[in-house]
Structures are given as structure tokens and as C-alpha cells.
């Protein structure tokens, strides 16, 4: 059973940067598609960008287009949100989560289509 924990989530003001990281366990992160979400109070949870491995063409949400970028570390086993310029709409729990299919950078991730997830991380902005 794949294992995901999420850390690095905070309160910052607007502008600034914050540095999401996840790890990943019992997995073979060459099968995985992984991706973070995030779930604003009182809305549903979108997904804000998605990579499968060796692909250069990871998925992004257009609001974060620009401004976030979907990693993952050497040893594969940590999969990092780097997010700059934040802006107060960017305040929600995000999640991290892994799907043992392909996903096309060109398509966003679907929560239902997601298999494990991690539990969340806060995350608010302020103005």
C-alpha cells in the first residue's frame, strides 16, 4: 500500500514563497502518476498539477500556471510543490496523491481517478 505524507504547509503573506513536500513509500515511482490538489473552505477539491515520471510536460491549473512548479527529488521518493508569488486565493489544504496509470500533462488530474492519498496540509495566504 503505497504511503504518502504531506508536509511544509504554513502562513505566509502574499507574494511570498512556500516549499510543499510529500513522501512517497511502497512504491515504484516509475508506475505512478503523482499529483497535488488542494481543497479551498467551502469548495471542492481541483487539482493543481500532476507529473508522470520522465515526462517534461507536467499538468498545470491555470491559476498556478507560472507560479508553481511540481517536482520530484533525486531518490524519487519525494514529490515537492514549489510556490512562489502566492496570492491569498491560493489558501486551501492541499494533498498529494499517486495513481498507479499514466497521466498526460495535457489533461488535469481527477480526484475520483486518484488510488492513495496523503493527508493534507494547510496552507493560507494573507494579504
Known amino acids: 500500500q503505497v504511503q504518502l505524507v504531506a508536509s511544509g504547509g504554513g502562513s505566509v503573506q502574499a507574494g511570498e514563497s512556500l516549499r510543499l513536500s510529500c513522501t512517497v513509500s511502497?512504491?515504484?515511482?516509475?508506475?505512478?502518476?503523482m499529483g497535488w490538489f488542494r481543497q479551498p473552505p467551502a469548495k471542492e477539491r481541483e487539482g493543481v498539477a500532476a507529473v508522470w515520471p520522465g515526462d517534461s510536460n507536467p499538468y498545470y491549473a491555470d491559476s498556478v500556471k507560472g507560479r508553481f512548479t511540481i517536482s520530484q527529488g533525486n531518490s524519487k521518493n519525494i514529490l515537492y510543490l514549489q510556490m512562489n508569488n502566492v496570492k491569498p486565493e491560493d489558501t486551501a489544504i492541499y494533498y498529494c496523491?499517486?495513481?498507479?496509470?499514466?497521466?498526460?500533462?495535457?489533461?488535469?488530474?481527477?480526484?475520483?481517478?486518484?488510488?492513495?492519498w496523503g493527508k493534507g496540509t494547510q496552507v493560507t495566504i494573507s494579504s
Open positions: 511502497d512504491y515504484h515511482y516509475s508506475n505512478y502518476c
Open positions: 496523491a499517486a495513481r498507479y496509470r499514466y497521466c498526460s500533462g495535457d489533461y488535469p488530474p481527477m480526484a475520483y481517478a486518484m488510488d492513495n
